[in-house]
């Protein structure tokens, strides 16, 4: 009897919807909570097994089921969860997938079934007013200590802003929400909640990192910044295509005017986007089918919305140390930490320093760029062995990897954006890059 109830519930893994993990996507889940009836990945078992007043689980494979149980997953399952519990997702909120942080996914899940905030919107008032302020952790720029911080974001004036003393009139800085991104790197920040988010200060990019101690305060402060630029991309770029959001929304839009790579202090001249008023606050949109389509799941209501919600925000293409020369070749090799953000290569001689070293543009192919496995044979000074060149029209970029996979890694990321024809706007920004002083 046993093992024909397991085989029933293995049955209804088949079943639309049960093939996945009801929270994170991943395919072929194997484990179960039998109090919410949904098919979730181990991964995600474990953070359901913190939450036991909602959630009890079992391994579909090695756990005994009773017959109650199996008629409730029967009855249940992922799809039935997703129109209960995911009724009411707004659509600028952040749905992890698999590989994303633990927070993201353990908050998600939470958020889901702990608060039940996607079936009672007054629940989302911490991410969706369009006004929140509270403290941070904030990590300092010179001594590296993190220290308690205000923020206050508005929608109204269209800024994040921080004080460095709480009865401080002025803010610290004022970073605007048309430029800004936001994404978890608990890694680098060395914290599970740690964020960075990355602004533009006279047109060079400016890194913050901050936590809190708190999960939900951490993921409502990303999911509140995600809802102000979706509703100053709505606004900003009423009808747009995908086309002309994906120009001019990211912080691509600036750039250094300085050829190679861009040094991080360079002043530039103003960005177009300065001259963009700051966006009344539209309407409120909460469904979950403009999700699913922004998850290349179906189609959305709306043509526009699901092509705004993939700009919101951006993890980062490969992260991680290379050896760099400088434009001579002679220089020597040097150990940097390298960001790739989009088409924006950028290096540090910190992970965590406010602003980078330089920065370069990679286009596409069609505008003569090339990413090639190696170093040119005279190439000499470096101590890692795995050679990436990246050739744009102007000079050779020469970089060495420690290890072969990840040469592979930074080549794949690389040509990613090189095998992708450039946008109208792109070549605008390629042009500042190019412009030598
Ligand atoms: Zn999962």
Redesign the pocket.
Known sequence: MAKERRRAVLELLQRPGNAH?A????PD?DWASYTLGVF??L??SGIHRNIPQVSKVKSVRLDTWEEAQVEFMASHGNNAARATYESKVPSFYYRPT?SDCQLL?EQWIRAKYERQEFTRPEKQEPYSAGYREGFLWKRGRDNGQFLSRKFVLTEREGALKYFNRNDAKEPKAVMKIEHLNATFQPAKIGHPHGLQVTYLKDNSTRNIFVYHEDGKEMVDWFNALRAARFHYLQVAFPGASDADVSGAAVPLGVVLPSGGWCRGLTKGPPGPQSALPCPPRPREVTTGTLLDGARGRGAGLSRSLPQLVPKLSRNYLKEGYMEKTGPKQTEGFRKRWFTMDDRRLMYFKDPLDAFARGEVFIGSKESGYTVLDGLPPSTQGHHWPHGITIVTPERKFLLACETESEQRAWVEAFRKVVDRPMLPQEYAVEAHFKHKP
């Open positions: 993990c929270d994170c996507g991943a889940p979730i990945c991964s995600c698999a996914r």
